[in-house]
């Protein structure tokens, strides 16, 4: 397995006068490689529902009684379901609202070469995803996870729109075929109905530029990478072109904010930019107004002045609640807690819909994986539990675009 997944050295970058950007940008690097790994190399099994003794929902008024009288039992925090049988008769939550623009996903299990994901397990989690959001992306493709997500949406039949990502690394043509012919199976079996999106590339100019001791998207070096994703871009727009779709899917990529360069913003159709204030040491409070600059000076004002206009979106945005470590409990400004993640939530998520902001939430889930492979923050930026119990946190209520 190619490993492209490296932290990316604080110290390679952060010149120049915008220091905190530089720096925040690096460290935002580092989260967004380890973000970006759970799309390629997925995610160890997280052991959801081992006799975890948590709420169990009490169903008020079931009309229709199955064998199981109160609905398939749930040890763990998921919907319950009327008919056990039926993944779209699950009892709605009152403390969710449809209030996310769009939510960053992948299946817990999606790594290969230990795939252990599965449709169960996926169907859970959409379940709830559809009571915070319409909108969800996916890293990659690898371990059928685009399939699983659309058998899911079938099953679960809840509104949501799906960008599917195809996660290529640089010089290894064959794990972007290997995705690219995922997608397309599933395109081909699902249809396109619930398909906003095909996100090729993911930091993918960040792994180029780093692992060649480059920093800038469009120098040379840049150049070369750009050559090769933009290959890619446009050999699944081939593939689209020959599957006859009855509508036209954009095509995109996601990369670090600092990291597209022109020739590949002029290839897509749109862009999805990570974006963290907790790496830019900014306070809690200050959090959302600077994702909301850094956004548009870094990537929406550039995308508007080229030919193609790209649509850009926020990629990931969010607020740990905790840090496995005392180094990383604060960021010089603000502590990694629940309560300035509901700051950070207060302050962002309405806003950002009313003023058209389009962003993936980052994330559903606190991932064990990476509090142990990483410490510090990077495995508790979930507003979910691992065990999908809401954190002590009050969900936004407006209703999101
Ligand atoms: C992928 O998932 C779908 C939906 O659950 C299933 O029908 C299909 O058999 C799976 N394919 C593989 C190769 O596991
Ligand atoms: C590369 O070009 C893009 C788009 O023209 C621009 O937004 C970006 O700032 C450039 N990157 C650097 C590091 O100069
Ligand atoms: C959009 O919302 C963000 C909060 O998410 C805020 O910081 C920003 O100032 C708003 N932008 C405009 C143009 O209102
Ligand atoms: C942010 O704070 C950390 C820890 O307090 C510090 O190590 C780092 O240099 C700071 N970064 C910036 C961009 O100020």
Same mark, same amino acid.
């Given at each position: 397995m190619n490993q492209n997944y490296q932290y990316v050295n604080s110290s390679s970058t952060g010149l120049g006068a915008a220091i905190e950007k530089n720096a925040a940008r690096s460290r935002r690097s580092k989260l967004i490689v380890l973000a970006s790994v #759970? $799309? *390629? *190399? $997925? #995610? #160890? !099994?997280?052991?959801?529902?081992?006799?975890? %003794?948590?709420?169990?929902? +009490?169903?008020?008024? %079931?009309s229709s009684s199955s064998s199981s009288p109160g609905g398939s039992s749930n040890s763990d925090n998921t919907p319950k379901q009327t008919d056990p049988n039926d993944p779209s008769s699950f009892v709605k939550d009152s403390r969710f609202h449809k209030a996310f623009y769009g939510m960053a996903y992948t299946p817990e299990? %999606? *790594?290969?070469? =230990?795939?252990? +994901?599965s449709l169960d397990s996926v169907i859970k989690d959409i379940q709830i995803l559809s009571q915070l959001t319409s909108r969800v992306r996916l890293y990659g493709a690898d371990c059928n996870q685009t399939a699983l997500v659309l058998e899911a949406i079938k099953q679960t039949k809840v509104d949501m729109q799906v960008y599917v990502g195809n996660y290529p690394v640089p010089n290894d043509d064959g794990v972007y075929t290997r995705q690219r012919d995922i997608i397309r199976d599933a395109i081909t079996t699902? !249809?396109? =109905?619930?398909?906003a999106g095909i996100t090729v590339g993911n930091e993918f100019m960040l792994n180029y530029l780093t692992s060649n001791g480059a920093t800038d998207p469009n120098g040379s070096v840049g150049a070369q990478g750009a050559a090769m994703l933009v290959r890619y871009i446009k050999d699944t727009r081939d593939m689209l072109a020959s599957m006859n779709l009855p509508k036209t899917i954009p095509v995109g990529n996601s990369d670090a904010g600092s990291f597209f360069s022109t020739e590949v913003l002029s290839n897509i159709d749109y862009g999805l930019s990570n974006v963290h204030a907790w790496f830019a040491n900014t306070t809690a409070n200050d959090a959302a107004g600077w994702v909301s600059n850094f956004f548009q000076e870094t990537n929406v004002q550039p995308a508007s002045l *080229?030919?193609?206009?790209p649509k850009m979106y926020i990629a990931e945005t969010g607020w740990p609640s905790k840090s496995s470590d005392v180094a990383n409990a604060n960021n010089g400004a603000s502590d990694a807690s629940e309560a300035n993640l509901q700051i950070f939530l207060d302050t962002f998520v309405c806003q950002a819909n009313a003023n058209g902001t389009a962003y993936f939430y980052f994330e559903l889930f606190d991932e064990e994986w990476k509090d142990k492979q990483y410490g510090g923050v990077e495995g508790w930026w979930g507003l979910f539990n691992k065990d999908r119990s809401l954190k002590n946190i009050k969900l936004p209520t407006c209703t999101a675009p």
């Open positions: #759970i $799309g *390629l *190399l $997925g #995610i #160890i !099994g997280i052991a959801v529902g081992v006799g975890v %003794s948590v709420s169990q929902r +009490n169903k008020s008024s %079931s299990g %999606s *790594l290969l070469p =230990d795939c252990g +994901n699902y !249809g396109t =109905d619930h398909i *080229l030919p193609n206009n």
